[in-house]
């Protein structure tokens, strides 16, 4: 840990003077990264594990980020839209992913600074913040856009206050309360996955249904997997990288793609699954063929997952588009990213596995319990699956795809027991 506790026999007071009696203090120590090589800081003696805490987050931004320097409050008369907007870079910038630093720089333009953005840092208010939630309620806004609006303002400020720039924070007195109308949909039953699986048959949709559906990959994770990672030989397939944040509009190819959340995973194509891959494969060759013949261009990224020309597919329009398949077709909405619940779900109520899940989701072990509702003893699962192997994975991913597909999983079942029973005779 960077702070640790130390007992001394004569505590000092906040001012160095002696009190003579034993206690307790807390000390900071950090290693980090620098173009020579891991180096280690360390300071002593902090009389309270909060003042540890502050002098630790400020030493690591300061010492990952030598250009870093604390926001500097000019005089009162800094405004919330100044202060948020010199905070969100350096703070966004050293500690945020891509994709959350955008999503904080666009609430702070456009659901923060149109109603407060002008009052001086120093005169913010519960109060205001109260009235900003209201008006963005009141402007049809869902609560789960304001609930992060809130909680931008919070981590925010709470920096405003660990720097001195401001005695309180404001965002932490609200008395705004958020209902459960932010509550994330509930994944796809067994059934309506059947349901969605049929819509997207034989269409654009039903190689994205199967990755994100069956395997519960990530939308960029679905978007960036390469045949360069697909090992249909021996039936498997690897999680190494993942489509960059952003990819801009017109762009046809990748020259890079972006590391994976987790630290990369390799799963099983399974005997329902594997059709899918095949198909998918042959369709791209096919269409590869196709552009040669007629002249057109084929940019060959490797994409499991691509534009019929072989260019990327953009990450929002596969969102957007995804909401109004669902809409079209009258089916209960969830977010692309609901696809990924709706695998771990019913994988876990198939065979109560959840650390298996987990590893097939690139979940830590406290995430995957965490997103699944369950507490457990963490210390005995993790004794009793410490290496999970990909005959495990299968087993769990194969309970899953048999039951989404029961009839084909009944036939491939027949069609091996007779070719078992060929094989004795």
């Known amino acids: 840990m960077s702070v640790t506790i130390r007992q001394v026999k004569n505590k000092r007071t906040a001012d160095g003077g002696s009190t003579s009696r034993a206690g307790t203090v807390y000390d900071v120590f950090i290693r980090y990264k620098t173009a020579d090589g891991y180096k280690t800081y360390g300071k002593r003696g902090f009389l309270t594990k909060s003042e540890a805490l502050d002098h630790e987050a400020e030493m690591r931004t ?49 659901h923060i600074v149109p109603y407060i953005g002008n009052v001086p840092l120093k005169k913010v208010t519960p109060a205001m913040i109260d009235n900003m939630l209201k008006q ?10 304001c609930r992060y609006a809130q909680r931008i303002l919070g981590v925010a400020f ?56 069956l395997y519960g990959l990530r939308r960029n994770e679905v978007l960036g997997l390469r045949w360069n990672n697909v090992d249909l030989q021996n ?29 990369g995973r390799t799963l099983p194509i399974t005997e329902i699954t594997l059709p899918y891959f095949q198909k998918q494969l042959l369709l791209q060759q096919k269409q590869k063929e196709l552009a040669g013949l007629s002249g057109q261009p084929y940019y060959d990224n490797r994409l499991v997952v691509a534009k019929a020309d072989g260019a990327p597919l953009r990450a929002e329009r596969v969102t957007n588009n995804f909401a109004q398949f669902l809409r079209h ?39 995957i319990g965490m ?51 060929r094989d004795t005779r």
């Open 329 to 367: 077709n009258d089916m209960p909405h969830i977010r692309f990213h609901d696809l990924r619940h709706s695998a771990a779900t019913n994988m876990h109520e198939l065979t109560g596995d959840f650390y298996t899940v987990g590893e097939i989701l690139g979940h830590t072990l406290k995430g």
């Open 136 to 145: 963005l309620s009141d402007k049809g806004l869902s609560v789960s856009t």
């Open 158 to 213: 709470e920096a405003a206050r660990k720097y001195h720039y401001i005695e309180s924070n404001p965002a932490r007195d609200i008395l705004t309360k958020f209902g459960k109308d932010a509550k994330t949909p509930d994944p796809y039953t067994i059934e309506q996955m059947q349901h969605l699986m049929a819509l997207g048959a034989g269409n654009e949709w039903e190689m994205i249904f199967v990755l994100s559906g």
């Open 235 to 263: 039936r498997q397939f690897s999680i190494v990288e993942q489509l960059p944040f952003k990819v801009p509009p017109k762009t046809n190819i990748i020259e890079e793609m972006a590391p994976t959340k987790s630290q």
């Open 62 to 110: 300061k010492l990952i980020n030598p250009g870093f320097e604390p926001i500097k409050a000019a005089d009162a008369k800094q405004t919330v839209k100044e202060y948020l907007e010199n905070w969100v870079e350096v703070h966004g910038k050293a500690n945020l992913r891509p994709s959350t630093f955008s999503g904080y720089k666009c609430h702070i333009k456009n």
């Open 371 to 421: 997103s699944l509702g369950i507490s457990t003893n963490m210390a005995d699962v993790t004794a009793r699956y410490v290496d999970v192997r990909l005959d495990r994975k299968r087993t769990v991913l194969e309970a899953y795809h048999n039951a989404m597909f029961p009839n084909e999983a009944l036939r491939l079942a027949q069609k091996s027991l007779s070719s078992q029973e």
